[in-house]
């Protein structure tokens, strides 16, 4: 049976910086209004089915969400389907805060920079 698995905040941006990936926001329009973690592609949890075949071929998949319910049925989901690669961000959007890690919103401006304008 094919599986995902959980990373963390820490383990997801080691990532980012060592290997291809293809990083999705599966959360609503009004939440990905407020940032995207850079490099991210928003695919809503609702549009995942149909939108699929665009992430078969990634390698590497890591979902996203608001606290981590969300991209773990992403995940699981891309995991059924067949994808070998695929990984859940644990404590979603609120463990990459924690953690001190930075958004963007989705033109790339980074949250910290646009409110310095």
């Known amino acids: 049976m094919s599986s995902y698995s959980e990373i963390s905040a820490h383990d997801l941006s080691v ?3 060592a290997q291809p990936l ?4 599966v959360r609503n329009d009004d939440e990905v209004a407020r940032g995207i973690i850079q490099g991210a592609v928003h695919i809503p ?3 995942l089915p149909v939108q699929y075949e665009s992430l078969a ?3 590497n998949i890591v979902f996203y969400c608001h606290s981590g ?3 773990a049925h992403a995940a699981a989901f891309a995991a059924s389907k067949g994808s070998k690669h695929v990984f859940n961000l644990a404590g979603g ?3 990459w ?5 930075s958004f963007v919103h ?8 646009e409110k310095k304008k």
């Open 93 to 95: 959007v609120l463990a």
């Open 106 to 113: 989705q033109n790339n401006t980074p949250k910290n920079e």
């Open 22 to 25: 293809l990083l999705v926001d």
């Open 57 to 59: 071929k990634a390698e």
């Open 69 to 71: 319910v969300r991209s």
């Open 97 to 101: 805060n924690k953690a001190g890690y």
């Open 45 to 47: 949890l609702a549009m």
């Open 15 to 17: 990532m980012l910086t």
